[in-house]
């Protein structure tokens, strides 16, 4: 019974696909921005109401992440690249790239205190790098608030005996062992990195679409899930396990 249901559910997925390519090309392009508009006036990706730059914070971590200032976003996601390639394919280490910075920075502080002394007749004042304890405070304070909130989420789904919860969260966690599988963890997040810095403004710019396509797919899923779960996870006994106590 579960092999049928996906069996179908991949087929209605590629015909649903190919009914949407091919109204896409038959619609003219007023009827298309029509319903577009129409289908956006009601549905939006996760429920949205608000502006894409105002979910994603609305400061300059969002200004970023949508290209208003295309040198800054651009030096981002060039500098994440050049980490990427020196470490993936030009097989360097982190320990080697810090040793050289190391030394280069000594190397250049040395030439200027002697060259200044040999010029001037007296040394002038060398520039120093001392990075703020707050700085890393503040980082550990944020690094640790996310892996907090992270782990309380997983452990109230784990709680609270919601089973389709559970399902999904695990089958995700699944996904992301297969995909850490394939790549390095590094890589996994050079590709959170640029999809961070491209799906948001992408979405910025042709949302209207995208919401009628996704909202065609949920659609889809949703009556299959409906059918399985009718058929098959309906009939799984629900409930939570209760200790005895012992006098």
């Not at 997925?13 to 038959?26: C, G, M, N, R």
């Not at 577009?36 to 949205?48: M, P």
């Not at 550990?140 to 909130?149: F, K, Q």
Request: proline share 2%.
């Amino acid at each position: 019974m579960p092999e049928k249901i996906s069996e179908d559910l991949f087929n209605n997925l590629v015909e649903t696909i190919a009914d949407s390519v091919s109204k896409q090309k038959s619609v003219s392009f007023f009827e298309e921005e029509k319903s577009n508009s129409v289908v956006s006036g009601f549905n939006r990706l996760f429920g949205r109401q608000r502006p894409v730059h105002h979910i994603l914070g609305g400061g300059k971590s969002a200004d970023v992440l949508l290209w208003r200032n295309k040198n800054i976003s651009a030096s981002f996601l060039a500098s994440a690249t050049l980490i990427w390639v020196l470490f993936e394919w030009l097989n360097y280490h982190f320990l080697t790239l810090l040793s050289f910075a190391l030394v280069l920075g000594m190397v250049a502080q040395f030439v200027w205190s002697n060259a200044s002394g040999l010029l001037n007749r007296s040394s002038s004042q060398v520039p120093r790098l001392v990075l703020p304890d707050e700085l890393f405070v503040s980082i550990g304070r944020s690094v640790g608030a996310e892996v907090n909130r992270g782990l309380q989420y997983l452990q109230d789904v784990s709680c609270q005996g919601n089973l389709k919860q559970f399902l999904v969260i695990a089958v995700s966690l699944w996904v992301a062992a297969v995909i850490g599988s394939w790549c390095n963890f590094l890589t996994v997040l050079y590709i959170g990195f640029v999809a961070a810095h491209t799906l948001p403004v992408l979405y910025e710019r042709y949302d209207e679409q995208i919401d009628g396509f996704v909202y065609k797919m949920l659609d889809q899923f949703q009556n299959h899930y409906k059918k399985l779960d009718s058929g098959f996870l309906s009939k799984i006994p629900k409930g939570k396990f209760k200790l005895k106590k012992h006098d």
